[in-house]
Structures are given as C-alpha cells and as structure tokens.
C-alpha cells in the first residue's frame, strides 16, 4: 500500500514561516507531479503549488513570492517553504502525488492526510 505521510504544520504568527513536508512510502515505480493545496473551513480546496519530476513549478497567485515548492526525488518528499505568512493562510495543507503503484500497475492520485496550519495575526 502507498501512502503520502505530511509532517510541519503548526501555529505560527504573521510573518513568520514553516516548511511542511510530504513523504511517500510504499511499494511504486515512481512519482509524477507533486503538489500541495490547500482548504480552509467553509472553502473548497485549492491547488497551492506544484512541482513536476525534472523540477519545473506552478503557483497560485496568492502566494507567489512567499512559497517555495521543492522535492527530493532520492527521498520521494515535497516540501512547501511558507515564508511571510498571512492570516488568510490558514488551512489544512494536503500533499498530494500522481505516484505508479506496483501492485496495480497504474498511476494513482494519492493524498497526504492533511496538516493544519495556523497563522494568529
């Protein structure tokens, strides 16, 4: 079975950081795309950054300049560095990986099991 295992919320006031981390264990060929997003209460949940295999990211617009999506391919881990985070960051961040599984031979969009984030103005 595999399954994406996220670490690195917290509390933290305005302004500050943290560098969540989202690692994949398990029985796969390999990982596709990597990504983080996000749900705060009441909202849908958006996509916040995204990294492909040879390294190339996308982000949504709120948080360009303040985020650095990263992965360690030899560790099968993402990474989210959060700098200068706001109030309206507040969220549960959600890992997500389009990984190839062994055991049905196919690629999977698997979820991490979320991380709760808290920025206090």
């Known amino acids: 079975q595999v399954q994406l295992v996220e670490s690195g919320g917290g509390l933290v006031q305005a302004g500050g950081s943290l560098r969540p981390s989202c690692a994949a264990s398990?029985?796969?060929?390999?990982?596709?795309?990597m990504g983080w997003y996000r749900q705060a209460s009441g909202k849908q949940r958006e996509l916040v950054a995204v990294?492909?295999?040879?390294?190339?990211?996308n982000y949504e617009d709120s948080v360009k300049g303040r985020f650095t999506i990263s992965r360690d391919n030899a560790k099968n881990t993402v990474y989210l560095q959060m700098n200068s985070l706001k109030p309206e960051d507040t969220a549960v961040y959600y890992c997500?990986?389009?990984?190839?599984?062994?055991?049905?031979?196919?690629?999977?969009?698997?979820w991490g099991q979320g991380t709760q984030v808290t920025v206090s103005s």
């Open positions: 990294i492909t295999s040879d390294g190339r990211t």
């Open positions: 997500n990986a389009d990984v190839w599984v062994v055991t049905t031979k196919s690629l999977s969009g698997l």
């Open positions: 398990g029985l796969f060929f390999g990982i596709n795309d």
